[in-house]
């Protein structure tokens, strides 16, 4: 992470992992702490491992239908990525599909849901957090031309390239390049602005703490 509070993670970098429970594969972006003032000195895009974080990003690949692992206490989003489509079955009941392009869901982490592919495999972006400490909000949003992401000691930005690309400035004059499956981070800290521009579609995760809402995008 630089000075300013900015920690690329190119998508080459992040770690495969096998789910919890065993039955499928994720590819872990980025875990922090649960209090905000947690990540600051610290660098590296895993800097608190299971269950010692209060938010983590990550990319599922789900080749069949799988149970998903259950996270009592924390809230998950998911926003599929790539493939015909994911659908949710809830043991309650509920049925959720998810179809391209980049449908999304909410749903708390201990119910128990299978996920199931719709013709063919599908690749998820998965974002979990702990409501009783931040709030969270994802966006997905058009990038043409410029826009501005602030942050300030209660709120922080995770950045996700869905598709084109996108320059980042990181606050010392630096620009940071994002590639289509790259993504950034915007720790919390002393009120600056980040700006990205560029052309494409980008997943924006606006972190608060404590959690006191975030608007819904």
Same mark, same amino acid.
């Given at each position: 992470m630089d000075d300013h509070g900015?920690?690329?993670?190119?998508?080459?970098?992040y770690r495969r992992t096998r789910w919890r429970n065993g039955c499928g594969w994720t590819r872990e972006i980025l875990a922090v702490p649960a209090a905000s003032a %947690?990540?600051?000195?610290?660098?590296g895009p895993d800097p608190c491992p299971d269950p010692d974080w209060g938010l983590r990003l990550s990319i599922a690949e789900i080749d069949a239908a799988a149970g998903f692992s259950p996270f009592p206490g924390l809230e998950r989003e998911q926003v599929l990525l790539s493939g015909n489509g994911?659908?949710?079955?809830? #043991? #309650?009941?509920?049925?959720?599909?998810?179809?391209?392009?980049h449908q999304r869901a909410r749903f %708390?982490?201990?119910?128990?849901?299978?996920?199931v592919p719709v013709d063919?495999?599908?690749?998820?972006?998965n974002l979990m957090w702990r409501a009783d400490a931040m709030a969270a909000t994802v966006l997905h949003r058009p990038l043409v031309g410029g826009m501005w992401c602030f942050c300030d000691v209660g709120m922080a930005w995770a950045v996700h390239v869905l598709a084109g690309a996108a320059r980042l400035a990181t606050g010392s004059g630096e620009t940071v390049v994002l590639a289509q499956g790259d993504s950034a981070w915007l720790a919390p800290g002393s009120r600056?602005?980040?700006?990205? #521009? %560029?052309?494409?579609?980008?997943?924006l995760v606006?972190?608060?703490w404590p959690a006191r809402g975030a608007a819904q995008g």
């Open positions: 900015v920690l690329a993670i190119p998508a080459n970098e %947690g990540w600051l000195g610290r660098v994911l659908r949710l079955e809830f #043991d #309650d009941g509920e049925r959720i599909t998810l179809l391209p392009p %708390g982490g201990a119910r128990a849901v299978t996920g063919g495999p599908v690749r998820v972006f600056r602005r980040h700006g990205l #521009d %560029g052309a494409g579609e980008l997943l606006q972190v608060e």
